[in-house]
């Protein structure tokens, strides 16, 4: 008997109440270790993100400290010679002769 009210508790009613309490719980759980894999993955994508600018940051910072002549393989001589050719093609007056002289030095 329910002391407060002098009725007897209705078990059926209690039994599917407790029921329905446990399916909640078992939800519930499900959610949170959803939750948790979630912010793991937003984790690591950020850990990966980071890396990956961290990278390139490094990247920029060694090519900054290369020469052109480091980054094109080319020596400074090959350098100015090519870029006088570009420069006499530019203008017009790159011929055959021009070029095979160019190319003999």
Same mark, same amino acid.
């Given at each position: 008997?329910?002391?407060? /009210?002098?009725?007897?508790?209705?078990?059926?009613?209690?039994?599917?109440?407790?029921?329905?309490?446990?399916?909640?719980?078992?939800?519930?759980?499900? /959610?949170?270790?959803?939750?948790?894999?979630?912010?793991?993955?937003?984790?690591?994508?950020?850990?990966?993100?980071?890396?990956? +600018?961290?990278?390139?940051?490094?990247?920029?910072?060694?090519?900054?400290?290369?020469?052109?002549?480091?980054?094109?393989?080319?020596?400074?001589?090959?350098?100015?010679?090519?870029?006088?050719?570009? +420069?006499?093609?530019?203008?017009?007056?790159?011929?055959?002769?021009?070029?095979?002289?160019?190319?003999?030095?």
């Amino acid at each position: 008997m329910d002391h407060a /009210n002098g009725h007897a508790p209705n078990w059926k009613v209690l039994s599917e109440i407790q029921l329905q309490i446990g399916r909640l719980q078992v939800i519930s759980e499900r /959610n949170d270790q959803s939750i948790n894999d979630l912010r793991w993955e937003v984790r690591a994508a950020r850990q990966e993100w980071s890396t990956s +600018i961290v990278r390139a940051h490094e990247r920029i910072d060694s090519h900054k400290r290369r020469s052109i002549p480091e980054l094109t393989g080319m020596s400074v001589k090959e350098l100015l010679t090519y870029a006088i050719l570009v +420069i006499l093609a530019i203008n017009g007056t790159l011929n055959g002769e021009t070029l095979a002289a160019w190319l003999t030095k």
